[in-house]
């Protein structure tokens, strides 16, 4: 849910998601979601995130969900202590 500042990491645990040929569906803060879905770069071109180099979503833009095993999308927590817990993990992993 946190991204993972190496990217070893998450190609670990993706890696892990291909293998198991299972549907998952990922729940993840906006930046787990950018690094895994990718986003707009310099020009407005698409730049693909981890999980489309890996296989996981289909190159070119984020995964609406329709196709694959892994389905991302965004975390956002209802009760406001856990929507508390995740702001103060974010902010720690920004190093703040």
Not at 39 to 64: E, F
Not at 66 to 83: I, K
């Amino acid at each position: 849910m946190s991204p993972k500042p190496c990217p070893a990491a998450l190609r670990t645990i993706l890696r892990a998601y291909k293998q198991a040929r299972r549907p998952v569906a990922y729940l993840a803060t906006e930046p787990v979601v950018r690094q895994l879905q990718g986003g707009p770069g310099a020009g407005g071109r698409w730049v693909d995130g981890v999980a489309h180099r890996m296989d996981l979503l289909p190159p070119g833009g984020p995964d609406p969900g329709t196709g694959g095993y892994l389905r991302v999308r965004p975390f956002t927590a209802v009760d406001q202590a856990v929507s508390r817990r995740a702001e103060l993990q974010a902010v720690r992993l920004r190093g703040g």
